[in-house]
């Protein structure tokens, strides 16, 4: 329970604040039907950051931070070249396989695999992550406990079986995720130290379409992605009425988030709501005064959402934002629970995890 809490405080970005936890993440996206965009990619994140791309066009795994370079052997990028060119065909196959057990034939459709642990350098706790999904649900995962996979749709039924059958493998999970992903996290950890335990302050704007629209607490160029916002009235926390965003890379290393407060003119010009922004770069909170000359109108000039919506489109080599692996994540409660597509169960428990 204690872990699926602490998995779930990284989903949000929380856990950052609060304690200094790590984590290496691995997402494998196989989609079709999407124009301009790569039918195969990868990315591996390190707190969130991406270090290493791989796509179906340039069909080479390159690093994405400098330190990874020095923190990785010669063979490093061939090895995980081939990992991933030896993965992207079982993608391919387990995206049409999934598409006759949903009854499925044209069409928009993606094959998610995520992975990775984490460990806290405090403490020393450890977790892990191991999961698909297909459309952006879940479909299979592992649970660390059992060690038996969970699957919460009918269509992944025989895939847990044969998996489950498979100790084989299982202990090889249990390996790489117990000992060789958190060997490799701490080893990034190091190298990336002066990156990845950078901070710096969110720009904090309030936007509104109209005086009738709800009012937008938007925080953004923020690093590291931990981040708390809340809307007060008359210093108070408040929760009703308020509507929180996920927070979502600018794809320039920093992240932004959103907030909506839905108010009416007349209430917020007779009591004081304010919106208040939390983060590691700060000595004191951000507070910033609903007010009308705070307000910045969307229509006349100010930061619109279509900048917003720019700022993740230009993130693509996040392949959890471009393929909507961000919806999917969405959907869950904590990283302790997962999905796969419906891939093959004969290919996909021979995928290989990277470095």
């Known amino acids: 329970m204690q872990k699926i809490l602490l998995f779930t405080l990284i989903l949000f970005g929380i856990d950052s604040i609060f304690a200094v936890t790590h984590f290496l993440q691995y997402v494998y996206s196989g989609s079709s039907g999407i124009p301009n965009l790569p039918e195969f990619m990868t990315v591996g994140l390190?707190?969130?950051?991406?270090?290493?791309?791989?796509?179906?066009?340039i069909r080479r795994e390159v690093p994405r931070q400098e330190w990874v370079t020095k923190a990785v052997d010669d063979d490093y990028w061939d090895r995980n070249t081939q990992v991933s060119m030896d993965t992207e065909p079982?993608?391919?196959?387990?995206?049409?396989?999934?598409?006759?057990?949903?009854?499925?034939?044209?069409?928009?459709?993606?094959?998610?695999?995520?992975?990775?642990?984490?460990?806290e350098d405090e403490t020393g706790a450890t977790g892990a992550l191991h999961q698909f999904g297909y459309d952006g649900s879940d479909f299979i995962a592992l649970d660390f406990k059992t060690m038996t996979y969970v699957a919460p749709v009918m269509q992944a039924f025989p895939t847990k079986q044969k998996w489950d059958s498979d100790r084989a493998r299982m202990d090889y999970l249990k390996s790489y995720f117990t000992q060789e992903c958190i060997e490799w996290l701490k080893k990034y950890v190091?190298?990336?130290?002066?990156?990845?335990?950078?901070?710096?302050?969110?720009?904090?704007?309030?936007?509104?379409?109209?005086?009738?629209?709800?009012?937008?607490?938007?925080?953004?160029?923020?690093?590291?992605?931990?981040?708390?916002?809340?809307?007060?009235?008359?210093?108070?926390?408040?929760?009703?009425?308020?509507?929180?965003?996920?927070t979502l890379p600018n794809g320039d290393g920093t992240f932004q988030i959103a907030s909506k407060l839905t108010v009416k003119p007349q209430d917020w010009k007779t009591n004081s709501y304010s919106c208040v922004v939390q983060h590691k770069s700060l000595q004191d909170d951000i507070a910033v005064l609903l007010e009308e000359k705070n307000i910045k109108r969307t229509n006349q000039g100010g930061v619109s959402w279509g900048i917003i919506v720019g700022f993740v489109a230009a993130a693509l080599a996040l392949v959890a934002v471009v393929t909507g692996v961000v919806l999917w994540r969405r959907s869950r409660t904590g990283y302790g629970k997962a999905g796969t597509s419906d891939t093959d169960s004969e290919n996909s428990s021979q995928q290989q995890p990277k470095a």
């Open 46 to 57: 390190v707190d969130g950051e991406p270090f290493t791309y791989y796509d179906s066009n």
């Open 90 to 119: 079982v993608f391919k196959n387990n995206r049409e396989i999934a598409k006759q057990c949903f009854n499925q034939t044209g069409g928009i459709h993606t094959v998610q695999w995520m992975y990775g642990c984490e460990w």
């Open 190 to 246: 190091s190298y990336g130290k002066s990156t990845l335990e950078r901070t710096v302050h969110p720009e904090v704007s309030l936007l509104q379409k109209d005086p009738s629209s709800p009012v937008t607490c938007h925080a953004t160029g923020f690093f590291p992605k931990g981040i708390v916002v809340t809307w007060q009235k008359d210093g108070v926390d408040i929760h009703s009425d308020v509507w929180v965003g996920e």
